[in-house]
């Protein structure tokens, strides 16, 4: 069974309890990023607290690719979604990137994600995703920091989370190295509880021409 199946029919009300009300508000940092008429690609998204906001701001124009790896979290996503809007989502129940829509996404949305998989799984994101963007989308991150104050309840985390999944992630992510690796640049931040968790708005770097290609007739 999938390890979040067993925590969907809590996770929101615990992570509520443990990190606040702020924890669950920062899910909306930064989706005026989502333009009418956009293809979003949300992977990891629970249950889709903030999913009937970000369907509203691509419109009937727009759509969304809802990507989840546990049915059960899923399940709860598709019940807060009217039926007559629940054409624009294309959920996907799987857990290894593969896309097999031929379209481009606009803005990718990943909030804790990263936190939850391993260097490989997230070097495996990066790639699918690095294929179906264009030099005009934008990832929306969120995610938790290493700040020294919540060092306690970061190792708490992260264990509760190894435990639970089975994997040996035994910190946070370099996420910064990721995005960099994967050719992607920080656009604009916002920080949460000193900086405990961060919500980033990441471009396609800029191609860097290199001068023996430029010909100077
Ligand atoms: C920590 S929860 C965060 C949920 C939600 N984004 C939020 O902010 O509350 C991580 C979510 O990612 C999903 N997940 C974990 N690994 C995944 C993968 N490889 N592909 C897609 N979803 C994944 C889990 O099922 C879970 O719903």
Redesign the pocket.
Known sequence: M????F??PF??AL?TLVLGQK??G??WAFLDIIQRGDTVL?????????LPDILKRCGKEGKVIY????EK??DKAKKRIPLNISGQVEFIC????KFQEECNFDVI?????L???TDQ?ITA?FEEVNQRVTSDSKWLF?DFFPVRDKQFLIRLMITC?GIL?QHPRKELPDYAGFFTKGGWVAAKEMSFEKGFYQAKVYLPAPKVIKSDTISLK
């Open positions: 999938n390890a979040y199946n925590v969907a996770y929101d992570a924890f669950h920062s899910k949300v992977v990891g998204g629970g249950t889709g607290a903030n990507m989840e790896a546990s979290m899923l799987r857990a290894d990137f949305v990943t909030q804790f994600l936190d939850v998989l799984d994101l969120l989370f999944t």
